[in-house]
C-alpha cells in the first residue's frame, strides 16, 4: 500500500505500519541485504566490501576519504572494512607519495580478478527484482531523490 498524500496525514495520530514509505524502504533494505549476502557469501564477501570493490573499478587509487563520502560510510567503519579487504588480498593501501597524513586505496591483481568474477552479481539482482531494466532505473532515480531530499533536510528544533 503506499503513503497516503501528506495532506491526508494527522500530526496527532501515527499512520499504520503499512502506510509508512520508511517502512517500505527499510523491508526492501532487508531483502536487498539477505538476496546480496547469500549471493557474496561465496566469494567470501559482504555487501560493504562488495561496493568498495565495485567503487575502485570505476576508480582506483582512492583516498579513503573520498570511498568515505562516495558510499556514506565514516571512518571508523571503513578503515576495518579496508583492513579485511586488504588481510584478504584484494586491496592495498598505501601512504600518497606527495601528503603521508592521505591514505589511497589500490585494487590489486586478485581484487582485479574478483571483480571480473562478481560481475555476475548485479544482473542476479535485477533478474530477483522483477523488474525490467527501465523501472530499475526510474525507481533508483527517485530513491536518490528521496535520499538527497532526506539529507537536505533540516530537522526543526523542538519547542
Do not use: W
Amino acid at each position: 500500500m503506499y503513503a497516503p498524500p501528506m495532506e491526508q496525514l494527522d500530526p496527532n495520530t501515527l499512520p499504520p505500519l503499512e502506510n509508512m514509505l520508511c517502512f517500505s524502504v527499510y523491508a526492501s533494505s532487508l531483502a536487498f541485504n539477505n538476496l546480496y549476502r547469500g549471493l557474496l557469501t561465496g566469494y567470501g564477501l559482504t555487501y560493504p566490501q562488495f561496493i568498495v570493490l565495485l567503487v575502485l573499478t570505476q576508480k582506483d587509487g582512492q583516498k579513503v576519504s573520498e570511498l568515505g563520502e562516495t558510499l556514506f560510510l565514516e571512518s571508523n567503519t571503513l578503515t576495518p572494512l579496508l583492513k579485511r579487504l586488504e588481510a584478504a588480498g584484494f586491496v592495498t593501501r598505501k601512504r600518497d607519495e606527495r601528503d603521508e597524513r592521505v591514505v589511497r586505496i589500490h585494487l590489486t591483481e586478485t581484487g582485479r580478478a574478483l571483480t571480473k568474477t562478481i560481475a555476475c552479481v548485479p544482473p542476479e539482482v535485477l533478474e530477483a527484482s522483477s523488474l525490467t531494466m527501465a523501472e530499475a532505473q526510474a525507481l533508483k532515480a527517485r530513491l536518490n531523490a528521496l535520499a538527497h531530499s532526506l539529507r537536505a533536510y533540516t530537522i526543526p528544533k523542538a519547542a
